[in-house]
């Protein structure tokens, strides 16, 4: 028999463990967790009492002085104004209308007096300003609207002065349209206007059925479009017809509330017909019958003696006054 056999290792028990008046210190890891830890919760209560304290300060500078929160101190200069637009209005236009001194902050820049400002030309439909602080620049983005005839309003004793009407009714002077544009338009006749308390003329009523009577004109008859000189809108509150002058013929009569389309294609059909069989020329047209288009042609009726010059604008607007 062995000696390991015949002297078997005796059991091990709790008892054998060794027990001091100490615990075991804590290893290297444990230590460096624990320091990580203390740290990560002092950032947090100082972020927490920072946090505190900027509210508090912001609160009373509020209270306090409030034109401290809406200017920082320097305030920065504006350097420069970006203009964009949809239409014909240029920077010029823009520089005089803001009129803003060279030393003016950007921070201090008021933006709704500065877009009533803007809009107030009429020619402006829409404006969005937006201040960018990385340049200290101002942006400045126009929608306008677009003029669909032409009228002279005098107001008074002054002078007749040229104005432009745009599809929504408002008339505006009008920048930055050329010449040829203009003359392009047919001139507007049978208006009494209304003056605002701003100095503005009030919107002509009704003035979008004729702007559709123009662009559809435009985009299916272009060739005689180009002819229309004056679009009468004096018995458009009353009938409901509106009254077009042309280089060839001195009256067509459209209905307002009938189709465009319709009564454009049957113009065109009563001119090529005439034209085929050599009639005289047509003196008046009258479309806001329905089915029946009675036609008039000069030497049936008396016409007024012509303008000297036929493109000269109608008689000028003179400005309405209710008592």
């Known amino acids: 028999m062995s000696s390991s056999a015949a002297n078997p290792t005796p059991s091990r028990s709790w008892r054998d463990i060794r027990q001091g008046p100490r615990s075991r210190s804590l290893s290297r890891a444990g230590r460096r967790r624990m320091v990580l830890g203390s ?13 505190a304290w900027a ?7 509020w209270e ?4 401290r929160l809406r200017e920082p101190s320097p305030a920065a200069p504006l350097k420069q104004i970006l203009f964009a637009t949809d239409g014909v209005l240029d920077q010029a236009w823009m520089d005089r209308t803001l009129a803003l001194p060279r030393t003016t902050s950007l921070m201090t820049l008021d933006l709704a007096a500065l877009e009533a400002r803007l ?3 009429g020619q402006a439909r829409s404006v969005v300003l937006r201040r960018r602080f990385a340049d200290n620049t101002l942006v400045v983005a126009v929608r306008e609207r677009t003029p669909v005839a032409r009228l002279m309003v005098q107001a008074g004793g002054a ?11 408002v008339v505006y002077e009008g920048s930055g349209y050329k010449d040829a544009a203009l003359a392009r338009l047919p001139w507007l006749d049978g208006v009494a206007l209304r003056r605002t308390a701003k100095g503005g003329f009030e919107p002509i009523e009704r003035m979008d059925l004729v702007a559709r009577l123009l662009g559809a004109a435009e985009g ?5 479009f180009a002819g229309w000189q004056v679009v009468s809108l004096a018995r458009l509150a009353d009938d409901g017809e509106i009254v077009v002058r042309t280089r060839e013929i001195p009256e067509i009569v459209f209905s307002a509330g009938e189709d465009y389309a319709r009564q454009l294609a049957k113009l065109d059909y009563i001119e090529e017909t005439l034209r085929t069989h050599g009639a005289p020329p047509v003196a008046r047209v009258n479309l806001a019958l329905g089915g029946q288009v009675p036609v008039a042609l000069q030497e049936s009726i008396r016409l007024t003696p012509a303008r000297t010059d036929p493109s000269a604008p109608p008689s000028p607007t ?3 006054r209710d008592f």
């Open 39 to 51: 740290v990560k919760l002092g950032l947090a209560c100082a972020c927490l009492l920072g946090g």
């Open 55 to 61: 509210g508090l300060e912001l609160y009373r500078t």
């Open 64 to 67: 306090r002085d409030p034109a």
């Open 119 to 121: 809009l107030a030309s």
């Open 159 to 169: 002078a007749p002065a040229l104005r432009l009407a745009a599809a929504d009714g």
């Open 220 to 224: 299916l008859l272009p060739r005689q």
């Open 318 to 320: 003179r400005q309405r």
